[in-house]
């Protein structure tokens, strides 16, 4: 491909009317090019390969979205973590053997186990190679930010619960949605909710909600935050057995606020029988619906905004408004069902738009589930890798979530990301990197087996440069038709495919998508 | 290898990711924007306080009955461990502010290079970390809370550092994590973040250290450049700060905890010769809603830490000879309210104490203990100075600029805090405006212009009945309370007759919704309300 220019670029953006951007949601309807399937599946899932890419080249976008909606909606019940189970009776409450005991195991609900939850949780992007399942579970937890780690940790089985309430709604109603996460075990301990109580109000949740969860700052009031933090009060969780039942969340009636609230000017009077099901229906349930009837519009849009960043561009244009307006009038549309904007989306021609192709800067995720599909590495490891280089799977820099868009690639990640995702690849020998390119269809061609790996890993096509020096890390100076005879050596072609590896991973778009 | 003022030239032309600064009421000229002076030596330190620090415990108004009875009844600091620093203004300090050489904060206090500053603060005050948190960083207060703040005071201050001025230093260096606001100008970041310098210089070895011209559109354009410069950013960087690491080295003993550590770096990296301007540190952890323990627990073990890490490092600066050239300041993105909550913890406030540390500093207090505001909102207190009357300066007096320069970054001048400013090399400066236009509050008790006198308290309690007239027997009573109190309401014939108590509950201060259920048939009522020793009357017809 060509090299334009920048003055030529910038020239020519300012000549041309924005106009020209398809800045709708009207549905790409051509069978998709190679780049077009790759530029799809990079957004919708965490790795790519090869067989996939083949796959669905020459499929329409209707076809190929469709299908990764239907295998997130067979892929919702995976086998949960080893420790799901696991209850324990209240360490203080036991003394000598059995005391240890218990205190040994507490330690490891509320500490170890929730990596050994990023663990399995890593296995299951690894695998989810066709399908916007696990994305869509990370977008949820990054949207409704909850930490394991503060003071006073959050037990893993919480979090595991809290997760599968995204796996089970990945693309469902926000109002659901919504209803679910205010009685979660982990955000009530998160959040304070289960403090939330009639003799004194704690307002940490109820500003969340409206701030960071349903409306954005600047849609509410001060006066909402408190009277929302009233009609939240009494909800609990406990976490040992001689509490009741672990890890389900429950009202205890006496800590509920029984006087009557006002709103966003919807009166909220305590008129019936206080127990859970009654203050769930009236108060909780009613509490979103006011929110989502009210603001409505607001909500749509705070939710479409966020989508589109995720899956389009995190830094949305001016030009980019109406494509999220539409979004947002297809949610309120359908009550708040999220699943027919997103497949809009992901099926329309503004997002095959070359604008937005290769924009988007990878996180963690992206990078190490990238890499981790094709080599062998423990992925303990690659939850740890993913932890110091910005994304600690259950603990979130804070409620607002990762920051996102540039902030994943710092001066302090971007080595640190070189290096790790070098341990990755160093963790497999010759001939297993030799396997790997070998399995790939067309290796049998140096140019072939070159454009099938910078597919994999870089965001868009390179200049011809730069395209001959990936090549030549294969043939390392020799010339093409020596690949032939390079590749009978596995020992010899392995090394070769980790010097390209080595150079790619250098490639300032290797960190794009 | 690129030169740093070649990538500077070439960084992204905002391409598809136009910043704008013109924000509220700030006039940002378009035309010739005004240029640094030199730089000089010295240095900032800004140790970030992530969460919003109970500067309340920190500094508590430890003669002032209230504070113990009212306020934190559970939480406050015992008046017999606490240490006065200043009898006539009621001021003592939390006890783990001895920590550290030297007996810790209030020995550099006690020595004069400490500056307690009350009421740091700015109007219309936003109680999320986050909004609250970039406003403190960005130096700016928007109109509304949806504008983005997209850059940070210490960014835009280095947009405009002349081109041939520019070191191989980084301007600002990070100790951290994530990159923060605060160092992001219109041009790009302007600090290097890092948490081990050996580390960063071992894999910024493997780095794409050459620029690389991309086709493509312009989004991917921008961002590949954006990931392009940071690789040779890190590149270069990582070879200079390894340079002074090398060559520094520390004296004092510092304890091992993270804020310790990383300012023991900073104290390290300073004497090896690193010619960064700002060094910002994390320390996290004060957003304490629950336990936020008195003598144990989070908030002091927090304030243990802040005050062994400050005391080691002004103590190491000047045994290894720069203490003349730096200073430190502390940020929080809001104080916590006087009220404590129901989880032994504390919310969001507002106004707050900030400190700065340094021989360059004047040794004082500033201002009366911020308790003394009078309150906003009922749970909230004014604030006093604005804090960006800090940044402007810390710009002035301390990195020398024109005060056209620092008016130019923050979008007005601003007085300077007590109007005498807390950097010794301060001058008069009569061209700056006054001081915020805040409540002025009297201490006196009897008088009615202190908010907390039961003369002026109750006064300006208002109720308001609606519907009324009433349909039927419910209203509700909207009340608006200055000061906490038990509410007791007698609903009475029109001549004084009692028919009974409809409402009695203890509240605190603040708005408040409360459902009456009145009595009797159709006709006029009074509503007698007895908040503390006062009595309200409210007419009520009902039909």
Known sequence: MGIVSRRDFFGSLLSTSRLDIKANLDEYTQPLSRPQVQHLLRRATFSLSNSIIDKYVGKTASFVVDELFANADASINPSPPFFHNDHINNPANLSGKQREEADAKKNLLFGEYNHALGEWWVTLMKKDTVSVLEKMVLFWHDHFATQFQSCDNVPAVSMYRQNDLFRKNYAGNLRNLLEQVTIDGAMLKYLNGNLNISASPNENYARELMELFSLGVGNYTEQDVREASKILTGWKVNYFLDDGIPYKPFLNPIDFDKTTKFFMGEVFAVNYEVNEQNVFKNSIQKLIAVILSKKGDVAAKFISYKLYQYFVYANPQKADASVIDQMAKLVTANDFELKPALKRLLKSQHFFDDLNVGVQIKSPAETVIGMLKHLKFSDRLARNIMEVTGLELFNPPNVSGWKGYRSWISTKTLPTTIYYTKEIINNNTNTELADWALSIEGSGDVKVLTERYIELFLARPVSEDRFRKFKNMFLGGAPDYEWYEIIKNKDQAGQRVRSFLFEIIKAPEYFLF | ?543
């Open chain 2, 1 to 543: 290898m690129t030169k740093r003022r070649d990538f500077i030239k070439q960084s992204t032309m905002g391409v598809g990711v136009v910043t704008n600064l013109s924000l509220g009421k700030m006039q940002v000229s378009a035309f010739e924007p005004a240029l640094a002076n030199v730089q000089n030596d010295n240095i900032l330190v800004v140790i970030q306080q992530f969460g919003g620090n109970d500067g309340m415990n920190t500094i508590t108004p430890y003669e002032w009955e209230s504070y113990y009875t009212l306020y934190r009844p559970k939480l406050h600091i015992p008046k017999n461990v606490v240490e006065p620093i200043s009898k006539d203004l009621g001021m003592a300090m939390h006890p783990n502010l001895k920590r550290g050489p030297k007996n810790g904060m209030l020995g550099l206090f006690n020595e004069g290079k400490l500056a307690v500053m009350h009421g740091l603060g700015y109007h219309n005050p936003n109680y999320s970390h986050f909004r609250s948190t970039d406003i403190w960083l960005s130096g700016v207060v928007p109109n509304n809370d949806i504008d983005p703040l997209k850059s940070g005071w210490l960014g835009r201050y280095f947009d405009r550092v002349s081109p041939s001025e520019r070191t191989e230093s980084p301007f600002c260096l990070q100790i951290g994590n994530n990159p923060s606001l605060m160092f992001l100008g219109e041009t790009g970041e302007k600090s290097i973040v890092l948490e081990d310098v050996e580390q960063l210089y071992s894999q910024a070895k493997a780095v794409e250290s050459n620029k690389i011209n991309i086709g493509g559109s312009a989004y991917f354009m921008s961002e590949f450049d954006y990931v392009n410069n940071v690789g040779q950013e890190v590149n270069e960087y990582s070879k200079v700060i390894k340079k002074a690491f090398d060559n520094g080295k520390n004296i004092e003993k510092y304890e091992n905890q993270s804020l310790a550590n990383q300012l023991k770096l900073v104290a390290r990296l300073i004497n090896g010769g690193l010619k960064s301007k700002v060094y910002f540190v994390e320390h996290h952890g004060y957003d304490t809603h629950s336990n936020q323990g008195v003598l144990d627990g989070i908030h002091s073990r927090l304030l243990a830490e802040l005050s062994e890490a400050i005391s080691a490092f002004q103590s190491d600066i000047e045994q290894l000879g720069h203490a003349s050239k730096v200073v430190g300041i502390t940020t929080s993105e809001f104080g916590r309210r006087p009220y404590e909550n129901g989880s032994l913890g504390t919310d969001h406030g507002t106004a707050n104490v900030g400190f700065a540390f340094g021989e360059g500093v004047k040794g004082e207090i500033f201002g009366f203990h911020f308790a003394f505001l009078p309150f906003r909102d009922f749970q909230n207190l004014w604030f006093r100075t604005d804090f960006r009357s800090i940044y402007f300066e810390i710009m002035v007096s301390w990195f020398g600029q024109t005060p056209e320069y620092a008016q130019y970054i923050l979008g007005s001048k601003f007085a300077y805090i007590e109007e005498k400013g807390f950097l010794k090399n301060t001058k008069q400066d009569i061209t700056l405006p006054p001081p915020p236009d805040v409540p002025q509050v009297n201490m006196d008790m009897n008088n009615p212009d202190n908010p907390l006198s039961p003369l002026n308290i109750t006064e300006q309690d208002k109720f308001t009945l609606y519907p009324n007239p009433v349909q039927g027997n419910s209203a509700f009573l909207n009340m608006r309370l200055y000061f906490q109190g038990p509410v007791r309401i007698v609903q009475t014939y029109v001549n004084g007759q009692e028919m009974g108590v409809i409402h009695e509950k203890t509240y605190q201060a603040g708005l408040h919704n409360v459902y009456l259920e009145l009595k009797g048939g159709p006709g006029l009522y009074l509503l007698r309300i007895k908040v503390g020793k006062r009595n309200h009357f409210v007419k009520c017809l009902k039909m």
